[in-house]
């Protein structure tokens, strides 16, 4: 398994953008679909999307007009932005690798909690 | 978002075998494989099931997973007090140009 870690901010206004990155331990960027999971707290899981190594991307569909996830391989590093958010946005942010195309994740970050409020 | 359905909450004595349902449409379980994860409180998930019915390394062969139409199933034998934790279903759905979706998820308690 490789070691992911989230980082961005906790608080975000509503209405702004929802950035976070997620590095991970080794540099397999090429071979996986990266992927973003969130839990809004005390609910259940939401998957948002992922990118494979083609920069292919596929998302949530009721995300996808707010919704881009982009990767820097040199950097072992792939990014999440969520525009114009509301504080239903609120929620444990995952980024986790996954081996197929249909989303099966088998290594997850621990997650960072990003609140929106003003 | 939901559109794989699971009942709330599960329970059982160490022991004893416990089943859980997740329910979908021919979009996404009907067509497609099932994964099962497990997320004990305060952690992040972990994948317990892939493939329906496969298990990933260190996984116990107390659990396994199955599949029936638009119906998956996660069965627990061998309850055991670290198996208390939230159970989430997940499939691709074919519709809408393909997308991932998580089942509400199930609530395990170790009576």
């Known amino acids: 398994q490789v070691r992911l870690q989230e980082s961005g901010p906790g608080l975000v206004k509503p209405s702004e953008t929802l950035s976070l990155t997620c590095s991970g331990s080794?540099?397999?960027?090429?071979?996986?679909?990266w992927s973003w999971i969130r839990q809004p707290p005390g609910k259940g899981l939401e998957w948002l999307g992922y990118?494979?190594?083609?920069?292919?991307?596929k998302y949530n569909p009721s995300l996808k007009s707010r919704l881009i996830i982009s990767r820097d391989t040199s950097e072992n590093q792939f990014s999440l932005t969520l525009r114009f958010v509301t504080p239903a946005d609120t929620a444990v942010y995952y980024c986790a690798r996954g081996f197929t195309s249909s989303g099966t994740v088998d290594s997850w970050g621990q997650g960072t909690l990003v609140t929106v409020s003003s | 978002q939901s559109v794989l359905t699971q009942p709330p909450s599960a329970s059982g004595t160490p022991g004893q075998r416990v089943t859980i349902s997740c329910s979908g449409s021919s979009s996404n379980i009907g067509s497609n494989a099932v994964n099962w994860y497990q997320q004990l409180p305060g952690m992040a998930p972990k994948l317990l099931i892939y493939t329906t019915n496969q298990r990933p390394s260190g996984v116990p062969d107390r659990f396994s997973g199955s599949k029936s139409g638009t119906s998956a199933s996660l069965a627990i034998s061998g309850l055991q007090s670290e198996d208390e934790a939230d159970y989430y279903c997940?499939?691709?759905?074919?519709?809408?140009?393909?997308?991932?979706?998580f089942g509400t998820g199930t609530k395990v308690t170790v009576l």
């Open positions: 997940a499939a691709w759905d074919d519709s809408l140009n393909g997308f991932s979706v």
């Open positions: 080794d540099d397999s960027t090429r071979d996986y679909y």
């Open positions: 990118i494979y190594q083609s920069d292919e991307t």
